[in-house]
């Protein structure tokens, strides 16, 4: 059956730009989200949305980041989250991408734009589809292995998975590519001010700097992980000063038997 065009029916966990430090439970995940406005401001261009959809069947992520940080970037940040909210219900996540895009580039005023990533999670199944517009890649500890690796579009772990919409919509290039999560399994999305991140030297933190940072990272819940990786980034960065926002959401699948 094609589903390209199906509604779900879908509800706010939560969501916003604004200082954050907080678990947050989604079914079938256990995660923690830190995000950290560019001082003074209380609200940056780092937005995070957390929706659950179909009566817990289908949990959707998002992460996403406006050019820009701190306060100026705020009110941008602000009607981004709005449109999510009013385009989360989509069923296919290529076509939730490409309204995301056009409603953003209506909506925005001051020629801005924003990276994504989006995440569709399906509880019963653990299998997770991504879709990334620009964005950082995440990052996949499969604890089978106890490795961690990028999660992009050309894995060499992703599956077919039957009756999900997977693949290429025409009008777009935005895809969507499926992975299956195994119990305990992590997945780490950042946004750019993390490896853009520079120590007294002006030395980038970089992707291989995060990923050899998190192959140490202690802990075994996700505030814990959270908060010494967070430890180890501020380490790095010693006494030289921020220049963007950081934002930070790792998730672990937990298991669901008995519920």
Not at 60 to 82: F, I, K, N, P, W
Request: proline letters at 5%.
């Amino acid at each position: 059956m094609n589903q390209t065009g199906k509604r779900l029916a879908c509800s706010e966990v939560w969501g916003g730009n604004r200082r954050a430090d907080h678990a947050v439970e989604l079914p079938g995940l256990a995660g923690w989200v830190h995000s950290s406005p560019l001082g003074p401001a209380s609200a940056g261009g780092d937005v995070y949305y957390f929706s659950v959809c179909s009566h817990g069947v289908l949990s959707r992520v998002v992460l996403a980041d406006v050019a820009g940080h701190g306060g100026s970037a705020s009110s941008t940040a602000e009607g981004l989250h709005s449109i999510l909210r009013n385009h989360i219900d989509d069923w296919d996540q290529s076509m939730l991408m490409r309204e995301l895009n056009d409603a953003f580039e209506r909506r925005s005023e001051t020629s801005r734009y924003a990276t994504a990533a989006v995440l569709g999670f399906y509880r019963e199944t653990g299998e997770l589809l991504f879709s990334n517009a620009g964005h950082p890649p995440p990052l996949w500890f499969r604890a089978l292995e106890k490795s961690w690796y990028w999660l992009r579009d050309g894995t060499p772990f992703a599956v077919g998975i039957e009756g999900l919409p997977l693949g290429m919509i025409p009008g777009t290039t935005y895809s969507q590519t499926g992975v299956r999560l195994g119990v305990g399994d992590v997945l780490l999305l950042y946004t750019d001010g993390i490896t853009e991140a520079t120590d007294p030297s002006n030395s980038e933190l970089g992707y291989e700097g995060l990923l050899q940072m998190v192959e140490r990272v202690a802990g075994e819940s996700p505030d814990e992980m959270v908060q010494d990786l967070i430890s180890r980034i501020q380490g790095f960065r010693a006494n030289a000063p921020r220049e963007d926002d950081d934002t930070l959401i790792l998730l672990q699948r937990v298991s669901t038997v008995g519920i």
